[in-house]
Nanobody, 124 residues
């Protein structure tokens, strides 16, 4: 198992930026593809972005393309989600997830380890 701890959430005005971080420990981090998911009240948890273990492949859901960048620093066992031009529809709890495979995953079922989540609230 990989233990994951998210940080960096908070309250931001529409148009603002946030950078989320996810620190991993435990099982070897470098062999894991990583993902960021989000869940708003009353909705399902859905993928925001994903990154392969090398960082060479990334995926973004359509609603965040051009506004969000996922990256990782394997030396620091950390994955990041840089978000710009935030809008109220981005308000959700954001979860970091680790996959026990090195290649991208796109659904919740493909990820084995989850963090506790960090709240992002965007005010209009």
């Amino acid at each position: 198992q990989v233990q994951l701890v998210e940080s960096g959430g908070g309250l931001v005005q529409a148009g603002g930026s946030l950078r989320l971080s996810c620190l991993a420990s435990g099982r070897t981090f470098r062999s894991n593809a990583m993902g960021w998911f989000r869940q708003a009240p009353g909705t399902e948890r859905t993928i925001v972005a994903a990154i392969s273990w090398t960082g060479g492949s990334t995926y973004y859901t359509d609603s965040v393309k051009g506004r969000v960048a996922i990256s990782r620093d394997n030396a620091k066992n950390t994955v990041y989600l840089q978000m710009h031009s935030l809008n109220p529809e981005d308000t959700a709890v954001y979860y970091c997830a680790a996959r026990h495979k090195p290649v991208l995953g796109y659904t919740k079922a493909e990820y084995a380890s989850w963090g506790q989540g960090t709240q992002v609230t965007v005010s209009s």
